[in-house]
């Protein structure tokens, strides 16, 4: 079976502090996505990163795929309260048909 | 630009009772998928259409039936529902069934079993 686990589950900081959030398994995925979720919304994608050591950056936000693509990451450079809710990474699994397995989330919060 | 549709947004059911979680699609997408969320726990998969006329069991499909009716439109049934299945239910959709495409969500139904 294959997981993914994120830390940390929640992390509260003021505006303006950077941050990372990890996403770690012992499965190779062929690809990972990260995904964030507001109250009472649907997740939506941010980025895929398919290839190992493969770095995208969406404004302030860096994600990083593993080289061994067993892992991510999420960095946020000087975190604002606009950037509040739920990250969530989900790796594409090996059954096809783009089931994605999900890890439990990371909920942020940016104090102004 | 609806993009998934899910209704409805909120119930409360008895247990024992049973219920049709409705989700449709407009944007053509060859597969669907639904997943309940409770807290701590992610988005877990409870079945999926990789194409119309085709469904499958994903991780926690025990309690559930789904109906792929047509391209658009995949429903979720809970038979006789119990408090376990307490949780919010989204519904998503992708447009290949090749690994890796973006899953497009709609807003959730929150069901609360008493």
């Known amino acids: 079976t294959q997981l993914l686990e994120q830390s940390p589950q929640f992390l509260s900081i003021q505006e303006g502090e950077n941050l990372t959030v990890y996403c770690n398994s012992s499965s190779v995925f062929s690809s990972l996505q990260w995904y964030r979720q507001e109250p009472g919304e649907g997740p939506v994608l941010l980025v895929t990163v398919v290839t190992g050591g493969e770095v995208k950056k969406l404004k302030r936000l860096t994600f990083q795929f593993g080289d061994a693509r067993k892992d991510s990451s999420l960095h946020i450079t000087a975190a604002q309260p606009g950037d509040t809710g739920l990250y969530l990474c989900?790796?594409?699994?090996?059954?096809?048909?783009?089931?994605?397995?999900f890890g439990a989330g990371t909920r942020l919060a940016v104090h102004p | 630009n609806a993009g998934v549709t899910q209704t409805p947004k909120f119930q409360v059911l008895k247990t024992g009772q049973s219920m049709t979680l409705q989700c449709a699609q407009d944007m053509n997408h060859n597969s669907m998928y639904w997943y309940r969320q409770d807290p701590g726990m992610g988005l877990r998969l409870i079945y999926y259409s990789a194409s119309e006329g085709t469904t499958d069991k994903g991780e926690v499909p025990n309690g559930y039936n789904v109906s792929r009716l047509n391209k658009r439109e995949f429903s979720l049934r809970l038979e006789s529902a119990a408090p376990s299945q307490t949780s919010v239910y989204f519904c998503?959709?992708?447009?290949?069934?090749?690994?890796?495409?973006?899953?497009?969500f709609g807003a959730g139904t929150r069901l609360s079993v008493l």
């Open positions: 989900a790796g594409a699994g090996s059954g096809g048909y783009n089931k994605l397995i």
């Open positions: 998503a959709s992708n447009p290949r069934g090749q690994g890796g495409n973006i899953q497009y």
